[in-house]
């Protein structure tokens, strides 16, 4: 397995869904976690049609694998200690690296740059945006652009729904990890399901 490369630069929060049991000594290499790192989940194939959500940010990007219907698989977030923009965006590339390798997805969501009020903030996350999809397009993962407030409308049928009710929604439609999730882990978790929702809707239109 890949690991991910220990660096002083940043952190690596993450999780896996509560109903997984222990692996026996002769599954162990199918469960092994990435440096740094506390969870994980078994290796999967893009023929099980995963959906890697991502919630980009240089301070902080979330990462979310999506198994449908309803199960997320692991979830992490990657924080990075401010420094140099190019050691904490390839602190970012790093984990998603490693994480494509060890789980490969057939898609991945991530939700367009929104500019805030916050200008410098933004600027963060369209690095970060940049650097991910460099990394997906060299890995030949398909990608799926959402609106912040049509993932809102899609997992709510609120556009302007807050942190709290779309946690309370995810909480009520998919298995999420145990523990504590961080916003950007959750919102990777949405932006997955967003997904999810809309290339279920599109099949069904089209059969």
């Known amino acids: 397995m890949k690991k991910v490369e220990r660096s002083p630069l940043g952190r690596i929060h993450s999780g896996r869904p509560p109903d997984v049991v222990p692996p026996s000594a002769s ?9 740094g790192a506390r969870g994980g989940g078994p290796r999967s194939s893009p023929a099980l049609g ?7 940010g240089l301070a902080g990007t979330g990462f979310a694998l999506f198994a449908e219907p309803n199960l997320v698989l692991a979830c ?14 390839l602190t970012i590339t790093n984990h998603l690296r490693a ?11 991530i939700e367009e740059l929104f500019m805030g009020r916050n200008a410098t903030s933004a600027v963060g996350v369209a690095q970060a945006r940049g650097a991910i999809l460099n990394v997906l397009e060299e890995c030949g ?18 556009g302007n729904a807050d942190k709290t009710q779309i946690g309370r929604m995810l909480a009520a439609q ?5 523990g504590r999730l961080d916003d950007h882990a959750r919102d990777a978790v949405a932006i997955a399901l967003c997904h999810a929702r809309s290339r279920r809707f599109t099949r069904t239109a089209r059969s």
Do not use: C, N
């Open 27 to 35: 599954q162990s290499s199918l469960w092994k976690s990435q440096e």
């Open 50 to 56: 995963l959906i890697l959500g991502i919630d980009p």
């Open 76 to 89: 992490s977030t990657v924080v990075t200690i401010p420094g140099r923009d190019g050691a904490r965006l």
């Open 99 to 109: 994480l494509i390798a060890e789980h490969p997805p057939a898609e991945a969501s």
């Open 141 to 158: 993962v398909p990608v799926f652009e959402y609106k912040p407030s049509q993932v809102k409308v899609i997992l709510t049928g609120y």
């Open 174 to 178: 998919v298995k999420m990890p145990e």
